[in-house]
């Protein structure tokens, strides 16, 4: 599989199907390289021993052909009540087109497909991309980064407010069959700006094989403010393997949401580096698992200056023999004094064949810091069962409502009303309703 | 309405309640009194079908039914309510859904039509007045962060909505401070008719001052050992629960 990847990289190169600036080429070459060098990662990196990736190793993948954009209807499920929000809607890993009012944008904010900012080379790309993301971190950023061509773009410059939604929407249909695509993602929020940018990547053939292995990298400026949320909902047969690096400067807030319920195997790493003081950090995420799936959170907050508060909450709720990761590090250098950082992992076991392997994991170097972490795993509390069995509520909707509950804690922490509303509607779906 | 006879029951390996009979009728109040560990409070979750106990013996006739077959939430369909000693926080949920949610699997279970969130309002305003209340209440999670005394009014409201023939009070009054209990025992007994009855399960004879039974019951050592009118519990309160206990002692 590593070989054909060359070939079809060295095809690529060779007929320059890829427009773009020349100064990418050797990046690009050199992630290929590094790619084939490594190869696909194997049970016995640390990384990677609880991913079971060898059904994705396996399979030969296609690329892709794109397709065509499918109705308003079909897309209307994916926009969150508001089609006016600015969309680009990516159809099986290819740019289809932008909808909603993005004429309306404010004034120092740019939004584009990834493909059309190559094409005009501005400094933005120069600046940024493949500058958050290193090739060395995983095998699968350097595949990405080689065959990067297709992705959203948003530029919210200094002090703009940008007041509706950026968001960028992956859509797969049943003619991504067996192909790969490899969505690069890059977000720039300057200084003292204020984003929300929405990520999702979502299917229109709930039982399709293919493979989405996309990256994002999100600069975030001095004192900016930036939501963060990512819906992963790939057809359940399907493969997810996805990275965002966010980079942090001074007095900046980021926070991000993560919903992981789709994929037969799926993966996020999210990397966080707080490249400054009094930056603040909040991260949240959510796994819906049932079947045979799995899907493995992976997270990483570098606090590198002093005086910054990074605080993450990752759940989820397990079903069937599916099965979950999760594994969370907090790296403290010697130099971030005054570090407060607090990260939970929970765990609601809906099933006994379901699993869960969670690893929260600290590394500090300095002496001044509060540092807290836990991570628990069990089942529904049988006194809040009987509670509300005890008010007539039957015990199949106690059950649902209680697992509502527990997912509804972190939900609630999503800022944007229509996004979190959408999120509560995902997850009450899943349960079966109330 | 309610006959239980000889009802034994158990945590485990430990036998608490040993042979309670006791009999209420509609528009009566019960108080069940007794020291620390005379088997209170397992009465009134046994009565609601608490998983952690075991029905070891005797019988629990309800409105000519065998309460004792019946899952949790039948009971509770059939009208039988208990307020909880420790009511269960449930962050996530807010305490308007929960109650419409409760109030309208009752009204299923009777063949009623649910009623939706503009007409559960309506209620919703009369009830909140009993327990003089605000709205906001309703918008926070169910008693997620509530004071001891919130939980213990929430309790007197699902009350007020759920209209029980048959209410078990579990201990309603620890941890309440005095306009709190003026305030909860004002709710329950506006909420007295007929053709329901109330069982106060307490330690204490204060909150007997405002919610006044017909009759007090003394439990100790998991039996009923001995009843009377409202003046036991003023006995009770000079006496202490000693004498008794040396009673139970004495006879068994």
Redesign the interface.
């Known amino acids: 599989m590593t070989d054909t990847f060359f070939q079809e990289f060295e095809a690529m190169a060779g007929t320059a199907t890829v427009e773009g600036p020349e100064w990418l080429d050797p990046i690009r070459r050199a992630a290929m390289e590094r790619f084939s060098a490594t190869g696909f990662p194997s049970g016995r990196d640390e990384e990677w021993r609880f991913t079971p990736l060898a059904p994705l190793v396996g399979a030969s993948w296609r690329p892709t052909a794109g397709g065509s954009l499918p109705g308003p209807e079909r897309l209307a499920p994916f926009l969150f009540g508001h089609p006016e929000w600015t969309t680009l809607v990516f159809v099986n890993g290819v740019f289809a087109d932008t909808i909603g009012d993005s004429a309306g944008l404010p004034p120092g904010v740019t939004v584009s497909g990834l493909a059309e900012a190559l094409r005009s080379d501005g400094s933005l790309l120069r600046a940024h991309l493949t500058r958050h993301a290193p090739v060395g971190g995983s095998p699968f950023t350097a595949l990405n980064t080689a065959f990067l061509a297709e992705g959203g773009v948003v530029q919210v410059e200094a002090g703009v407010d940008l007041a509706a939604p950026v968001h960028f929407l992956f859509v797969t249909t049943a003619e991504a069959a067996g192909t790969v695509t490899h969505p690069r993602n890059l977000i720039v929020v300057e200084r003292g700006a204020r984003a929300s940018v929405i990520e999702s990547y979502v299917t229109l053939a709930p039982d399709g094989v293919y493979w989405t292995n996309p990256v994002t990298e999100v600069a975030v400026g001095a004192g900016a403010w930036v939501e963060h949320t990512r819906i992963q909902r790939e057809s359940e047969r399907a493969f997810h393997v996805g990275l965002t690096h966010v980079d942090q400067q001074r007095d900046s807030h980021y926070r991000s949401f993560s919903l992981a319920m789709g994929g037969a195997l799926a993966r996020h790493n999210l990397h966080v580096r707080l490249n400054d003081e009094n930056v603040e950090t909040l991260m949240y995420g959510l796994y819906l698992t049932r079947g045979e799936q799995v899907v493995d959170n992976h997270t990483a907050i570098y606090h590198d200056q002093p005086n910054c508060r990074s605080w993450e909450v990752y759940k989820g709720i397990l079903d069937g023999r599916s099965r979950a990761v999760f594994n969370g590090k907090v790296f403290v250098r010697p130099e971030a004094q005054k570090t407060d950082a607090k990260q939970t992992n929970r765990n609601l076991l809906l099933s006994d064949a379901a699993r869960i392997d969670t690893k929260p994991q600290l590394e500090i170097f300095a002496d001044d810091v509060k540092c807290t972490h836990g991570a628990t795993v069990g089942r529904l ?4 069962r ?10 199949a ?2 059950d649902r ?2 697992t ?6 972190v939900v ?1 922490e999503v800022a944007l009303a229509p996004v979190r509303e959408e999120l509560d509607r995902l997850v009450l779906d899943r349960l079966g309703g ?1 | 309405m309610l006959e239980i006879r000889d009802l034994r029951a158990a945590a485990g390996d430990k036998e608490i309640l040993r042979g309670v009979d006791l009999t209420v009728n509609p528009g009566e109040v019960h108080a069940v009194m007794g020291p620390n560990g005379s088997g209170k409070s397992t009465l009134a979750q046994v009565l609601a079908g608490h998983p952690a106990y075991e029905v070891t013996g005797g019988s629990v006739r309800y409105l000519g039914q065998d309460l004792l077959e019946l899952e949790p939430e039948a009971r509770a369909q059939a009208g039988l309510f208990l307020a909880f000693q420790y009511p269960v926080e449930i962050p996530g949920v807010s305490n308007a859904y929960f109650l419409r949610a409760a109030y309208n699997e009752i009204r299923k279970a009777r063949g009623l039509d649910e009623v939706d969130s503009m007409d559960f309002l309506d209620l919703l305003e009369q009830k909140l007045k009993l327990v003089e209340w605000d709205a906001d209440i309703m918008s926070r999670a169910v008693n997620a962060g509530f004071s001891g005394g919130e939980k213990k009014r929430n309790e007197i409201l699902q009350m007020a909505v759920l209209e029980p023939t048959l209410a078990i009070l579990d201990e309603t009054d620890s941890g309440l401070d005095i306009d709190a209990l003026r305030i909860v025992a004002a709710g329950v007994n506006k909420l007295r008719r007929p053709d329901n009855a109330i069982i106060v399960v307490t330690h204490y004879q204060r909150l007997l001052n405002y919610i006044v039974p017909d009759f007090v019951h003394v439990l100790a050592g998991g039996r009923i050992v001995k009843s009377g009118g409202k003046e036991l519990a003023l006995e009770l309160e000079a006496r202490g629960y000693e004498w008794l206990e040396d009673t139970v002692g004495a006879g068994s």
Not at chain 1, 381 to 384: I, L, M
Not at chain 1, 386 to 395: E, H, I
């Open positions: 509390d049988e006194v809040a009987f509670y509300a069995r005890s008010r007539g509520l039957p015990a909707l106690a409502l209680l509502y509950a527990f997912a509804a804690e609630d109330l």
